[in-house]
């Protein structure tokens, strides 16, 4: 495994053009789509999707994801290639090929009737007159699910999703080099569903696995921006996993007029997106990522697409390389302490946590919960005896810190220690005993000792109360 599973961690990531190096197999992927669908992309959009599959690659094929503005943009097909399904949620008309069309006919499915929805507004408006994209459909190029109202939705999707299995990524960690054939048998479905993500009414809470979206959201103003990520976060259920990118800024906030987008400094993507001020984040770095983007016959200027030279309304106008602004990544966790901000509640955990904050602190005078950030950030670099002595501390500062003692129990797993992970586990479930990942990781644990009548106590006992939630469902039935 290169990443540590069950182990949520928020942060802030500007992408820079390392992601060529860092990420050579989504990048080859991505091409591949690129070539097979003749889809030119925006100019910075190879590291905006290479990036988002690694950070998506922790899902289990078949899950569900939603493409939060997926417009007719690679995301929703990579993924469906990948074995995911994918609801994109968009208020426009996708201008489709006819190459997406063709291949992906039987897998596409729509939601609602596009006839009857109608969003007009500024950015509509742009995509009409710029790119000729139709503000009206008759939306009779797919079949039609005409669903009404919420109460319907899990139930239809449910029932319409595929299951495809990838042996040569599920059990070797690989992407396709080449697309298979039969897009019925290997592919997910896409659902198309038009609707504001600001209000994805027949969308149910807790329904989504994941969510991505890829540089749409910063063409929102502030305030429908906010109403955007607390809409995605109520339909994404407990422990899923949110990956976003859109334009980050070297000053102040500003708008790009050609491509009508925003562009944020750092504080202004913490407030948009609910995240702490302590999150991981490598803003610093932002003025030689900058540089670097803008050096000329780089990565990105020699894959420059042809349609930036002929308009001036996208994001590189008339195709004269001169970067303006740089991709940025979220993710975003949901998980119960998420849910009880939003409610006004409080659990052992985040008590546990505010400790951490207020008096848990290491020999150098760091907090438990900056202890804890480190070691995630050296395990994910490789520093595994770094990161095991980074959560010690972080138990050793607050005892009471049940993140760290999973984080611990992941590590011991991965080192084959079955026992010394089972007893982290336990440990901190009696701190928080509904934490969805510590649960996951102690089900799994339990079945690889034969303990599984144990097991299969424990994961009941969660789906009593989150009864929606598939792959601890899954990997019940499995046992």
Not at 8 to 19: P, T
Not at 227 to 243: F, H, I, L
Request: proline residues 3%; aromatic residues 10%.
């Amino acid at each position: 495994m290169n990443r540590m599973e069950g182990l949520n961690m928020d942060k802030i990531e500007l992408l820079g053009l390392n992601i060529f190096n860092t990420h050579k197999k989504e990048i080859t992927f991505l091409e591949s789509m690129i070539s097979c669908l003749k889809k030119q992309i925006g100019w910075h959009y190879h590291l905006d999707l290479a990036w988002m599959l690694r950070e998506i690659a922790d899902l289990k094929e078949g899950a569900l994801i939603l493409d939060a503005g997926g417009y007719s943009g690679l995301a929703q097909f990579m993924l469906s290639e990948l074995g995911y399904n994918v609801v994109n949620a968009d208020f426009s008309n996708p201008p489709f090929t006819q190459k997406m069309i063709n291949r992906y006919r039987d897998v596409m499915i729509r939601v609602n009737n596009p006839s009857r929805e109608r969003f007009k507004n500024r950015y509509t408006q742009f995509l009409h007159g710029a790119h000729g994209v139709p503000i009206d459909i008759d939306g009779n190029d797919f079949p039609c699910m005409n669903i009404q109202d919420e109460s319907e939705t899990r139930s239809l999707i449910s029932k319409s999703k595929h299951y495809p299995r990838h042996p040569e990524k599920t059990e070797n960690g690989n992407l396709p080099y080449f697309l298979k054939n039969n897009v019925f048998d290997n592919c997910g479905k896409i659902f198309l569903y038009k609707s504001d993500l600001k209000e994805m009414r027949l969308m149910p809470d807790d329904f989504f696995d994941g969510v991505v979206s890829i540089s749409a959201l910063e063409h929102n103003d502030h305030n429908d921006f906010e109403r955007c990520v607390d809409e995605m976060m109520r339909v994404t259920r407990q422990g899923g996993k949110m990956v976003m990118t859109v334009s980050a800024s070297t000053a102040d906030d500003w708008f790009h007029e050609d491509s009508k987008g925003w562009c944020y400094g750092e504080n202004t993507i913490k407030k948009l997106f609910r995240l702490p001020n302590d999150i991981s984040s490598n803003f610093t770095k932002i003025d030689s990522i900058a540089d670097d983007l803008k050096k000329e016959n780089n990565e990105l200027h020699r894959r420059l697409a042809s349609f930036h030279f002929k308009s001036g309304k996208n994001g590189m106008p008339w195709g004269i390389w001169n970067p303006q602004y740089l991709p940025v990544g979220i993710v975003k966790y949901k998980n119960s302490e998420e849910e009880n901000r939003r409610n006004g509640k409080g659990t052992e955990i985040e008590a546990a946590k505010k400790s951490c904050l207020l008096s848990g602190t290491s020999h150098n005078g760091k907090s438990a919960h900056s202890l804890n950030e480190k070691g995630e950030e050296l395990f994910n670099n490789g520093d595994l005896s770094g990161a095991m002595s980074a959560f010690t501390k972080a138990i050793e500062a607050a005892p009471g810190f049940a993140t760290a003692y999973n984080n611990l129990g992941v590590m011991h797993w991965q080192e084959g220690e079955v026992q010394k992970a089972s007893e982290y586990f336990a440990k901190a479930l009696s701190i928080d005993p509904d934490d969805r990942d510590t649960i996951l990781n102690c089900g799994k644990v339990l079945a690889v000792s034969q303990s599984i009548e144990e097991a299969k106590r424990l994961l009941s006992l969660y789906l009593e109360k989150h009864p929606h939630d598939d792959e601890i469902s899954h990997l019940l039935e499995s046992l």
